[in-house]
């Protein structure tokens, strides 16, 4: 049969990335409490295309994805990368997994148990033999603002603030122990399921510990900065802002040393 996709391209182009997204695939993620746990992502995959060739094989990815058994894992996504140069005689890959993340929480009185939920990017990239991964990691957190609390009688305003982490690591970090560096850096945390002990305890705690957008960007950063394994990272807030009609934001990128 005719391989249409190797035929000779007389433009001349080299295209940067060429391959399949938008993928919703069944996968087992590492779990630091149970090992393992099942979820649905949604897949890319793309390798550099020279400029002698006219196409990729598509089905390639797809055959690549199926090799893996839908096992994703950091430690496994170098190999995975690699596996797509070879089916696809690329020098250059890249695949990205996004997928939503459960785990256990208890809450802080009542220690009433209930899933919570954060948003796991991984991206990773494999070129001329080197390897590169971010992992990303997005969560809400509550911040409660300084200024409101400062100025009124009665309370302070307060909101969700959404958190998006990236980090380059050396070694493995759990993804349980980002969220716990998130979570620590806003005014408190957010549940699932509360009773009202557990509500009184939240609202009292987030009254103590007033941030501002900025002041989370920073705890985060003093976090990251503190934690050897991690060799870079890119932080934003988003606040949802309760009695503004915008959001307010922060960001913060460092290599480090």
Known sequence: MKDVQQEPDSRNIQIDRVGVKGISYPII??????????????????VMLPREYRGTHMSRFIETLEEYK??????NLEAFTRRLCEKLTASESSVRFEFPYYYRKKAPVSGIESFS???IDLLADYADGRFDMVIGLGLNVQ??????REISRYGAHNQRAYVSLKVRCRGLVWFEELISIIEASGSAPLYTLLKREDEKF????????PRFVEDVIRELAVKLDSEP????????VTSMESIHNHDAFAEIERAKS
Not at 70 to 75: D, E, F, L, N
Not at 229 to 236: D, E, G, T, V
């Open 143 to 148: 911040t409660l603002c300084p200024c409101s």
């Open 29 to 46: 993620a590492l779990d630091h409490e149970n090992r393992t746990q099942s979820t649905i992502a949604s897949v890319s995959m793309s």
């Open 229 to 236: 394994r991690i060799l870079w990272y890119k932080a934003s």
């Open 117 to 119: 939920k954060c948003d």
């Open 70 to 75: 839908g096992r994703v894992s950091p430690s």
């Open 202 to 209: 939240i609202t009292e705690t987030a009254y103590e510990t």
